[in-house]
């Protein structure tokens, strides 16, 4: 009778403690996999636009004014802007044939509409179906991000000058970061909402 009383209650024991280690298990495995998931989709979604990869549009756009993420504007906006360098905002942007298709494939292959970034996608909710700004700051949504920000602290400050100018209030725009937390406007000092 003890024996198997005995037998009985090791036996439940076992079955318990396989239960409790098996179940162990298996939350560690999903625990570690959910994670991993998590990571992957939060440090993507950290970022707000995707960072310029390609060094000729950085040095051929990036000379006179920070090189905009492609994913800052629909394709239609960036054919315009590349059909017409000649007359670029006052300026002359002019590239030779060959630089220009590449630079116009490297924008339009990387535009706001083929974005699945947080602020790409913002930006084209902003914009209507056939609507192509010739700039960014024109966008719908750009207008809103920026409407509480007096435009004299722009306008009169020689270290900004223009909304144009995204580096100097947005300390992490190079690395595709425009998050609000990490603005400081030059003269004005970090933004508080
Ligand atoms: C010779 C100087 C020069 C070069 C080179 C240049 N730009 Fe510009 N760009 C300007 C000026 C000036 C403005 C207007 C800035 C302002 O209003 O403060 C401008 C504005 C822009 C804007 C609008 C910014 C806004 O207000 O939202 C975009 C987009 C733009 N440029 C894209 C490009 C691209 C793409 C290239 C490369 C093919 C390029 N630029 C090369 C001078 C230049
Ligand atoms: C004068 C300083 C200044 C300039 C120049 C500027 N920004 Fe901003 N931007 C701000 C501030 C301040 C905010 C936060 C606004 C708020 O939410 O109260 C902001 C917000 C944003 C946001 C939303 C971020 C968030 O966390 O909600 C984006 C995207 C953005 N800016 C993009 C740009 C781009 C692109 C340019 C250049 C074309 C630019 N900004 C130029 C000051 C500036």
New binding site residues.
Partial sequence: MKTIIITVVVFALLMTTSIIMGGNKFNDKEESEYNEKEYKSYSSKNLDVAVVNNANYTE??G???FA?QPGL?PEKSWVK??GD?EN??????E?DTEMQTE?TQY?TQNSADKSNYKRSKRIMRSLGKSDAP?????TLYFVRKHDEIPYRIVKENKDI?????CTACHTNAEKGSFNEHEVKIPGYGRWED
Avoid: P, Q, V
């Fill in positions: 051929e756009c000379s006179c004014h905009y504007l802007i590349m360098l670029h905002f006052d300026e002359n942007a590239l630079l924008l010739l700039r960014i700051t024109k000058g223009s909304f144009s100018n």
